[in-house]
């Protein structure tokens, strides 16, 4: 029996088990993945927004503006990079109107930071931007962090002091006796708990059915990206948007905290909630809408493109709302990462307010060290590192020069990778240039030595995604001998 | 901060060979650095065999033929380092490298050779539409596989590319009792080496799908097949001709690019065709003392040339550190016409005999390549067919470089019938 279940380990679940991990509950979370942070938190525009475009008053402007201030600390206790780059929205010079409406909805929205930006200043500042461009919104509090980083951080937090997580747990089945839910797994395995948070991000409404708190409708909106190679780095180190429609803020090109470009998300709504392939159209629509804002992007040094789904709700608003010890969170599109550490807060005030009891751990540490500090540690710090533990002088992945032992820390901390994508997003490993091309074969292989399973079952992102499906020849009839 | 004549960056064929030739003419303080754990490096998931007929009028597998480096090396004592990852050249020589033993350790090179090797294009360069699932690998990658860690990587494969790696897999896969369904090449030619399309396709009825290529790829976990479809002249896909195959893999062999990042880190001007650094006939760089030879320089078609390749840079290296470098007083860029693409060397600074090595950009029939000082033809060649996927040479003799008249060599590839029906 726990206290506290946490359905879907999304950087909103994910933040939420963190901040709840202070109080001496039982805590648990689950999640119907191989691993943490697969959907809406895995493939976005990594940006911290400053709070300027949602509607004044909504969930989504509170919550961004309260999450943007909060979230330089929460990265710092959590080891994660944390940016604060800059957000340029441009427009041309008949789009000035809506830079200025936005700018006035910023100073609404209680955003600091904000200034226009004319065309001599604008184009000093970044020389990159098509000539025509007229003018911009200057926000100074927008950021960038690396979201599947944040997200494994939160829950690995969370873990390190006390929480569990679930994973493959794909919830069907929610029945509520007396004040105690149980919650049924596909594969049959059942928790207890007494207080319950949805933060299943495209499933929400599915849960929120079960728990009887439905009534709204989440639906995919396609997002497509692409990824230029390191080298192309200088093209901008502010996030550059274009002014915002009503699908969203537009295809944006912003840096990254890992130093690679990221050019999108085209914005599509589609029904299939599980469907992440790429499209021609999408691809050419990057192109095009990125090519309107920045001269010269080289386009020929994408070394990847890939699709998320953002978790769109009917209301317009983020839904967030507590019923009988059920924390609803519904439609949690962007903001949400921007968001999320506010959501935790406020989550935490719905929780308390509905009657929870809960102290506060004296052990209770919010900090988590970064697996990835090796990479920063000077050359002293590192033959150290090496000395006593002589995989971190193995490199593994020659690209981003990730280290064996980066990468068998990375199965044994919290939460562990188990699988192929569980190490890329843990230590970079099968980022870089050659996407994999050197490195994957040996990360396979230390992943079945340090879980001790065969490399035949050893998946790429969990369920059916194996690698390999034979030995050629060996202990399965083929033996020659 | 240890002292070394000369450091070799890659422990594979052109790392090896230059490092015996440098060790043969003199040089006692050498040392390769490798970073898989053998010597040998790609060569030695190449089981196939076909290396070193020109060498050693012999069909070697590439296990063999690295052999026969690495025992040259083991003769001579030449040393080196295993495990060893190079992280940073400067470019007054100062290697910096990482392995388990000595951690992270630096070198002042006498000279350095770059033998860093290529590595295969990616699927995301590719930018294929579709989902992303379990079961899509680079030729090599699935190479690796089947060949060193003795797995199969699937059974059901369509291969994207007709690069000679992909055409030994499609072979390799098929003899592992895979069902290799189509090869796709977006160009209306492979390539690939015309004795690997014989060998490795047409022997096994595996149909060549010429100007076609991969539009999307569907499956969410695992690949569940790809939809493939037929390229106009501009290579882009004519929707109706769309065709799906179902298959449980996909194999990349789309193209190799030269794994310069640490070239780039020196300082060394690339060629932006070859993607290599630009050298001349001795393959030192523009930065006296660094030389590149073998994959990382151009991408070969037969090791044998990366061999011959590497001892000329071993040799050069060896003279550099030794203080016997010729010096130069002449400086003659190699330009090209477009029907050749780039030659290797660059330029040339001495008047001793000099083989450039050379691709062409498209299959073309009865042409005479033709290399010009100013308007006065010095050199030409027929040949009945040139295709990009063979590596062309042309060897200049001492008298053809020491008559020049100007600072410049045009090679140019001339159509003889287009040349005849000009005339008519």
Known sequence: MYDIVVIGAGIVGGMIARRLSKFDLKLCILEKENDVGMGASRANSAIVHAGFDAKEDSYKAKLNVRGSELMEEVTKELGVKYIRNESLVVAFAHERESILALYARGLKNGVRGLRILEHDELHALEPNLNEDIDCALLASTGAIVCPFELCLAAVGNAMDNGAELKCNFEVVDIQKQDDTYTITAADGRQVQTRYLINSAGLYSDKIADMTGDGGFTVHARRGEYMILDRAYSDLTSRSIFHTPTKMGKGILVTPSVHGNILLGPTSVDIDDKEDLSTTPEGIANIFDKTSDNMKDIPFNQVITSFCGLRAVGDTGDFIIREREGVVTLGGIESPGLSASPAIAEYVEELLLRAGLEASVKPNYNPFRTSPRTFGEMSAEEKNAVIARDPRYGHIVCRCEQITEGEIVAAIHQNPGARDIDGVKRRTRSGMGRCQGGFCSTVVLDILARELKLSPIDITKFGRGSRILNRKTKGDDGHDIH | ?424
Do not use: W
């Open chain 2, 1 to 424: 901060m240890i002292s070394i004549d000369l450091v070799i960056v890659g422990g594979g064929s052109a790392g090896m060979s230059a490092a015996v030739a440098a060790y043969d003419a003199g040089l006692r303080s050498i040392l390769l650095l490798e970073r898989g754990n053998a010597l040998g490096g790609i060569l030695l998931q190449c089981v196939h065999n076909g290396f070193g007929l020109h060498r050693f009028k012999e069909e070697l597998t590439g296990p063999e033929y690295a052999y026969r480096y690495e025992t040259q090396v083991l003769e001579r004592n030449i040393p080196f380092k295993l495990n060893t990852t190079v992280l940073d050249i400067s470019p007054d020589r100062v290697i910096t490298a990482i392995n388990s033993e000595d951690g992270l350790f630096t070198i002042r090179a006498g000279a350095i050779i770059l033998a860093m090797g290529c590595r295969e294009r990616a699927k995301g360069a590719l930018n294929i539409a579709g989902t992303r699932p379990a079961g899509i690998f680079s030729a090599g990658t699935a190479q690796k596989y089947i060949n060193i860690d003795g797995y199969m990587p699937g059974n059901e494969v369509v291969i994207l590319g007709s690069g000679d790696i992909g055409l030994i897999m499609a072979r390799r896969m098929t003899l592992e009792g895979a069902h290799v369904k189509a090869v796709c090449e977006l160009m209306p030619y492979s390539g690939g080496l015309a004795r690997n399309i014989q060998q490795c396709l047409n022997d096994f009825d595996i149909p060549l799908m010429l100007s076609h290529t991969v539009v999307e790829i569907h499956g969410r976990e695992r690949v569940t097949g790809v939809t493939i479809a037929h390229v106009d002249e501009k290579r882009r896909p004519i929707p109706e001709t769309r065709q799906y195959i179902a298959c449980d893999t996909l194999l990349l062999s789309c193209g190799l690019i030269p794994e310069n990042e640490l070239t780039c880190g020196a300082g060394i001007p690339l060629d932006r065709v070859t993607n290599g650094a630009i050298v001349d006939q001795n393959r030192q760089t523009e930065i006296p003392g660094i030389f590149a030879c073998g994959n990382v320089l151009h991408v070969h078609d037969l090791v044998d040339y990366v061999s011959e390749e590497a001892e000329i840079a071993g040799r050069a290296a060896a003279a550099f550190v030794q203080g016997n470098a010729a010096a130069s007083d002449r400086e003659i860029a190699l330009r090209t016409d477009g029907k050749i693409r780039y030659t290797v060397p660059q330029r040339i600074t001495a008047a001793d005999a000099v083989s450039v090595y050379f691709r062409v950009a498209d299959v073309y029939r009865n042409v005479q390549i033709t290399v010009r000082d100013g308007d006065r033809v010095i050199y030409e060649k027929k040949k009945a067919k040139v295709t990009p996927g063979e590596m062309e040479t042309v060897r200049l003799s001492a008298d053809h470089l020491r008559t020049l008249d100007g600072n410049c060599l045009e090679f140019s590839l001339v159509l003889i019938d287009a040349q005849e029906e000009e005339q008519s």
